[in-house]
């Protein structure tokens, strides 16, 4: 069974930067057969799809996150990271980590294993 524990959220005024962290366990070959990728959640507000990378290194962004975040993997740490740079107050929200063997996409109900999310507030 994969379990996926993310890190690295805090507060943080807006124009900084933070990174997660996703660390993947209870899979004998690791992270490089998996679909991973970052999603959120808003109070009141749907979960979305964020950053998603493929087993090639391909990655899709959401478009208001492009040219802000970077998602990249470490197949080696069986970690998945996201890079947030010139945070902006929209981005407060709880941070999921998700993987699939099958899927790969920023829908949300395409994902087998998810973390328990990891929050980032943003403040003006």
């Known amino acids: 069974q994969v379990q996926l524990v993310e890190s690295g959220g805090g507060s943080v005024q807006a124009g900084g930067s933070l990174r997660l962290s996703c660390a993947a366990f209870?899979?004998?070959?690791?992270?490089?057969?998996?679909?991973m990728g970052w999603f959120r959640q808003a109070p009141g507000m749907e979960r979305e799809g964020v950053a998603v990378l493929k087993r090639d290194g391909s990655t899709t962004y959401a478009e208001s996150v492009k040219g802000r975040f970077t998602i990249s993997k470490d197949n080696a740490k069986n970690t998945l990271y996201l890079q947030m740079n010139s945070l902006k107050s929209d981005d407060t929200a709880m941070y999921y980590c998700?993987?699939?063997?099958?899927?790969?996409?920023?829908?949300?109900?395409?994902?087998?294993?998810w973390g328990q999310g990891t929050q980032v507030t943003v403040s003006p």
């Open positions: 209870g899979y004998a070959y690791g992270t490089y057969y998996m679909y």
């Open positions: 998700a993987a699939s063997f099958s899927f790969w996409g920023l829908r949300v109900d395409g994902y087998e294993y």
